[in-house]
């Protein structure tokens, strides 16, 4: 199982980015999943995440600008992000609590990471 980002980029303040994360591999079901961001000499902190049903929540700091959706059929999941800052500068991490199930090792949930896409938001 692996995930893969992509949609980072360099853009102005005020502009946008659409960021995916694709889950592949054997995968029985995928519960939560979501997006943190890690700004250089801080620490990787959770920027939002969505149940498999779609309820979402939110870092106070992205509430109104970023939304986060998933596509099941796919195994995908979306950040839109509108109205970045320069704060926003980060590498964006994607995450999903996966459930494989094999004969030997029967049914388990690990949470997946992604290998991180970058954000740069100019000033």
């Known amino acids: 199982v692996q995930l893969q980002a992509s949609g980072g980029g360099l853009v102005q303040a005020g502009g946008s980015l659409r960021l995916s994360c694709v889950a592949s591999g054997t995968i029985f079901s995928i519960n939560d999943m979501g997006w943190y961001r890690q700004a250089p000499g801080k620490q990787r902190v959770l920027v939002a995440r969505i149940t498999s049903g779609g309820m979402t929540n939110y870092a106070d700091s992205v509430k109104g600008r970023f939304t986060i959706s998933r596509d099941n059929a796919k195994n995908t999941v979306y950040l839109q992000m509108n109205s970045l800052k320069p704060e926003d500068t980060a590498v964006y991490y994607c995450?999903?609590?996966?459930?494989?199930?094999?004969?030997?090792?029967?049914?388990?949930?690990?949470?997946?990471w992604g290998q991180g896409t970058l954000v740069t938001v100019s000033s």
């Open positions: 995450n999903a609590d996966i459930i494989t199930i094999s004969r030997s090792s029967g049914r388990k949930m690990y949470a997946y």
